[in-house]
T-cell receptor
Framework: GAGVSQSPSNKVTEKGKDVELRCDPI?????LYWYRQSLGQGLEFLIY????????KSGLPSDRFSAERTGGSVSTLTIQRTQQEDSAVYLC???????????FGPGTRLTVL | GDSVTQMEGPVTLSEEAFLTINCTYT??????LFWYVQYPGEGLQLLLK?????DKGSNKGFEATYRKETTSFHLEKGSVQVSDSAVYFC???????????FGKGTRLHILP
């Protein structure tokens, strides 16, 4: 079946602009996660959803970052007033629920000029 | 807080060499442990996992044993192939919630 998909695959934006990154999880997966992969920093947890609610937002780096999930499916990660340090690959993953294997999407490479 | 430390790369080996990538963790309670792999141009995928002490995860010739006494989960393979060239991430899930905490990754180059 189809895996986790993310769009766009690449996004180049200017400093100060807002961006939206989209994640389509595997059908039926109730849990959805966002991570950030920065050069030299490894993978950093941002936020996860169980259904449409986000029990853990502790990883969001600042209030410029927000995420929502509607209908228990698609999720959008929004970064407002982007900064150069936001440049990274943003990864989305989904799973059947707590402590199940997470399946990762191919990521969105964000470059802030 | 919970964390994962893995050996820095890059690691360069010849084909058929023995591979070890060290990983140690810090966690309260009893986390689940994972190795994820990212092949060039591909997404992150689960390689193997272990959910309790002394469990051995294995896949594609790779193995790792959950050692609670040494808080380690070292990745091993007896004979590597060029196709094993990738970035390998050690990770843990605290099992209190559902996030995964990753190490910084180890890039592996296998020479023919």
């Amino acid at each position: 079946g189809a895996g986790v998909s993310q769009s766009p695959s690449n996004k180049v934006t200017e400093k100060g602009k807002d961006v939206e990154l989209r994640c389509d999880p595997i059908s039926g997966h109730t849990a959805l996660y966002w991570y950030r992969q920065s050069l030299g920093q490894g993978l950093e947890f941002l936020i996860y959803f169980q259904g449409n609610s986000a029990p853990d937002k502790s990883g969001l780096p600042s209030d410029r970052f927000s995420a929502e999930r509607t209908g228990g499916s698609v999720s959008t990660l929004t970064i407002q007033r982007t900064q150069q340090e936001d440049s990274a690959v943003y990864l989305c993953a989904s799973s059947l629920g707590l402590i199940n294997e997470q399946f990762f999407g191919p990521g969105t490479r964000l470059t802030v000029l | 807080g919970d964390s994962v430390t893995q050996m820095e790369g890059p690691v360069t080996l010849s084909e058929e060499a023995f591979l070890t990538i060290n990983c140690t963790y810090t966690a309260t309670g009893y986390p689940s442990l994972f190795w994820y792999v990212q092949y060039p141009g591909e997404g992150l995928q689960l390689l193997l996992k272990a959910t309790k002490a002394d469990d051995k995860g294995s896949n594609k010739g790779f193995e790792a044993t959950y050692r609670k006494e040494t808080t380690s989960f070292h990745l091993e393979k007896g004979s590597v192939q060029v196709s094993d060239s990738a970035v390998y991430f050690c990770a843990l899930s605290p099992n209190r919630d559902d996030k995964i905490i990753f190490g910084k990754g180890t890039r592996l180059h296998i020479l023919p």
